[in-house]
């Protein structure tokens, strides 16, 4: 069994000691689990699932806390300090991830969120990261298909819209034209795949595409009719904003939900609103 760094393990308690208590880490040796983070009752031959990563010393060390960004992983992290080497950065443990100045976009300044990737230097073996996350996406054909429910982190915004990272693996793009809510670098959305382009790019959507996203939508449009005493004030003649605050979708859907609802003879459309059949 190899220890994985910056990632969490399944370890067997071996012996337990003032300070903590020691893990077997196989090949690696015994790991120390600091006395804080040592669950009530824990006791040898019991097994806990930590997260390993090196303390100041450079040794392996325990922790059950779960940080910020594991390694492999993306994340937008906050600056707590710089030195002559770099920026170090929160990540929820006591000792804070190192991003070195060769690592950076530009110089990364105290208080300020950045976008990183998390991963293992090859030379020194510890746990860093880096800035420069376009390089650690990957460059493989996806197998996405439209309509496809990921999750992602929102990574910078450009002319066109949001570029964000998918699945801690590709990159994608949010155009501004159909994005109807708030967005900043660093949130974590639901958003649907909706299209893979022939060049490998894929776009995205925060509404699910295609006439399923209607029909999702219609249900609940005339669940909110139903609930509001059978009529609302809202019409496809309503602004996009009032529209999009209600209901979070675009004034497109909204209008698409309408017209099906309306071919269904469920709705009566007035002009102050809409009705229940």
Not at 127 to 133: F, G, N, R, W, Y
């Amino acid at each position: 069994m190899n220890i994985e760094l910056g990632k969490f393990n399944l370890l067997k308690v071996v012996k337990e000691v003032d300070f903590g208590v020691y893990l077997d880490g196989d090949e690696d040796g015994e790991i120390l689990l600091p006395k804080r983070y040592v669950p009530e009752e824990c006791r040898p031959g019991d097994e806990l699932n930590v997260f390993i990563y090196l303390d100041g010393d450079e040794r392996l060390v325990a922790t059950t806390l779960t940080p910020l960004v594991q390694v492999g992983e993306f994340a937008c992290l906050e600056v707590a300090w710089v030195n002559e080497y770099g920026a170090f950065l929160n990540w929820g443990l006591m000792k804070d991830l190192f991003v070195p100045f060769r690592e950076q976009k530009m110089k990364m300044q105290v208080g300020k969120r950045y976008v990183i990737h998390a991963h293992l230097d090859d030379e020194s073996y510890r746990i860093v990261a880096s800035a420069k996350v376009d390089r650690y996406l990957s460059k493989e054909p996806a197998s996405y298909q439209t309509g496809d429910e990921v999750d992602v982190l929102i990574w910078q915004k450009t002319d066109l819209g949001f570029k964000a990272i998918i699945e801690n693996k590709y990159s994608g793009l949010l155009y501004d034209s159909e994005i109807f809510q708030s967005l900043h670098t660093g949130d974590r959305v639901k958003a649907f795949i909706k299209q893979v382009r022939e060049d490998g790019k894929i776009d995205l959507v925060l509404q699910k595409p295609g006439l399923a996203k209607v029909s999702d939508f219609s249900k609940t449009l005339f669940q909110y009719i139903e609930e509001h005493g059978g009529r609302i004030s809202l019409n496809d003649k309503s602004p996009a904003e009032e529209i999009y605050s209600a209901f979070g979708v675009s004034k497109k859907t909204f209008k698409k939900a309408v017209g099906d609802l309306y071919k269904k003879r469920l709705i009566f459309l007035l002009e102050d609103g809409i009705a229940r059949a």
